[in-house]
């Protein structure tokens, strides 16, 4: 996996239980892109539904970070989200 450095961003790995085909991001991630056993999905805010038939799935995302003095470092595009989920 290649190591993502970013000064506005950070890639967040996280074990979710499934409830009534819905999962809930602890993080929002960035513009709703989640990356679900290889699927890439566009989520409203943090809440998503999936069948798979699992009750707990593993959720990659991208979150911003957040500094008390505003962003720091350069935006990303949306399709440069999608190529960095991609590829991890």
């Known amino acids: 996996m290649e190591l993502f450095k970013n000064e506005r961003y950070s890639i967040i790995l996280e074990r979710i239980r499934i ?6 991001c602890a993080y929002l991630p960035v513009y709703g892109l989640v990356n679900i056993e290889g699927m890439i999905l566009k ?7 999936i069948n798979i038939g699992k009750e707990e799935i593993t959720v990659k995302y991208i979150k911003e970070k957040i500094y ?3 962003y720091h470092g350069d935006e990303l ?4 989200i999608y190529k960095i989920l ?3």
Request: proline residues 4%.
């Open 68 to 70: 008390i003095d505003g």
């Open 77 to 80: 595009s949306e399709k440069e």
């Open 19 to 24: 409830y009534n085909n819905k999962f809930i």
């Open 43 to 49: 989520i409203p805010g943090h809440e998503g539904m």
């Open 86 to 88: 991609i590829s991890e």
